[in-house]
Nanobody
Framework: QVQVVESGGGSVQAGGSLRLSCAAS????????MAWYRQAPGKQRELVAA???????NYADSVKGRFTISRDNGQNTVYLQMNSLKPEDTADYYC???????????????WGQGTQVTVSS
């Protein structure tokens, strides 16, 4: 059974930084793509960043240049480094283990429970 567990959320002032972590178990981590999604109150869940098994990355336009997704295959962990945070980044952030096609499209599969990020102005 695949388990995906996030950590690292919290509250920060605008302009600050946070790093989210996601540990995955129950599957062959190195063969899986991973991603971070977020959902703000009253809004749909959206893809923030994804990374393929080979390290290819995709980002939402709203976070390009500020967020960085990375993975440590030895630790079965994926990270989301968030810099220059804005109030509009406030949301619940969800880790996902899924599939990325050769054209870079990410298909979600196994979800974590989410971690809250609050950015105050």
């Amino acid at each position: 059974q695949v388990q995906v567990v996030e950590s690292g959320g919290g509250s920060v002032q605008a302009g600050g930084s946070l790093r989210l972590s996601c540990a995955a178990s129950g599957s062959i981590f190195t063969s899986k793509a991973m991603a971070w999604y977020r959902q703000a109150p009253g809004k749909q869940r959206e893809l923030v960043a994804a990374i393929s098994s080979g390290g290819r990355t995709n980002y939402a336009d709203s976070v390009k240049g500020r967020f960085t997704i990375s993975r440590d295959n030895g630790q079965n962990t994926v990270y989301l480094q968030m810099n220059s945070l804005k109030p509009e980044d406030t949301a619940d952030y969800y880790c996902n283990q899924g599939v990325m096609t050769t054209s870079g499209i990410y298909y979600p599969a196994n979800w974590g429970q989410g971690t809250q990020v609050t950015v105050s102005s």
